[in-house]
């Protein structure tokens, strides 16, 4: 391998992660054949919303085509605040949903499942948010695909939502217009009156989840969960939680009014 190593930041879960050149470097787990199969996928069906995968190097580490542009939190989030841009952001969900809709896994995949998923409807993202979306000015793009696993189209879309709305009780990052931006979303992912009816109670199950999920990592000290716990994320997740669950009336009525 030639070429400078510059080390990469964004996300809760990266390390270790290097860019070289075009490419980025990451270390790889059983779920890497998977998740190159999935991305290849993508690629051949026209989704550019994702790296392309480009092997293995030979110290062992996947190798994926470096997307240029600004992560959207915290830096490009002002730009989410446009509703043509927050549009654009839950279009791309759509996209990626319709585009792996036809992808059939390897037999012998396997996922790296943090929480059961509601479903196998398709290999969802699990973590789609500002986090993990790549601004740029001609393609967005969603990045950090190690997650993937089975899932459902509307468990994928209330995760996302509870980020790109955001759906938060901290009062830093709190809107008065949530309802709205929801709709905003819906409307673009182009969501039937029935999906709307059915993902509403999905956006508190998702944040109580979550929570859940660190607080079982972090009383088993694993990394990064431990971490992340450590840093407030759990108190966060459980706090958004009961603001989405306390405002199902408000999101009902934003989403079907």
Do not use: C
């Not at 390390?15 to 993508?42: F, K, M, Q, Y």
């Not at 841009?85 to 012998?108: S, Y």
């Amino acid at each position: 391998m030639t070429g400078t190593e510059i080390p990469l930041s964004g996300g809760n879960m990266s390390s270790g992660v290097v860019r070289v050149g075009d490419t980025v470097r990451r270390p790889t787990g059983p779920w890497t054949p998977a998740v190159h199969a999935l991305l290849a996928h993508l690629h051949a069906v026209g989704f550019h919303g994702a790296p392309r995968p480009l092997g293995i190097d030979e110290r062992g580490r996947e190798v994926l085509t470096f997307i240029s542009g600004t992560v959207a939190w915290p830096a490009g989030f002002r730009q989410l605040n446009s509703d043509g841009q927050l549009r654009r952001a839950a279009r791309l969900i759509r996209d990626f949903h319709d585009a792996v809709a036809g992808f059939t896994p390897p037999p012998d995949a396997r996922w790296q499942v943090l929480m059961p998923a509601d479903g196998d409807e398709i290999i969802a993202h699990h973590d789609l948010a500002p986090w993990n979306l790549i601004i740029a000015d001609r393609e967005w793009a969603f990045i950090d695909w190690d997650v993937a696993a089975p899932g459902t189209r509307l468990g994928d879309l209330a995760y996302a939502m509870h980020g790109f709305a955001p759906l938060s009780a901290d009062p830093a990052h709190q809107r008065d217009d949530a309802g709205r931006r929801l709709r905003l979303i819906a409307d673009a992912y182009d969501l039937t009156e029935q999906q709307r009816l059915d993902i509403i109670p999905l956006l508190g199950r998702s944040a109580q989840a979550m929570y859940e999920f660190l607080a079982q990592q972090a009383a088993r000290g694993t990394q990064p969960w431990a971490r992340l716990w450590d840093e407030g994320h759990g108190d966060a997740w459980q706090a958004d939680a009961g603001y989405i669950i306390r405002r199902e009336d408000q999101w009902h009525q934003a989403l079907l009014g």
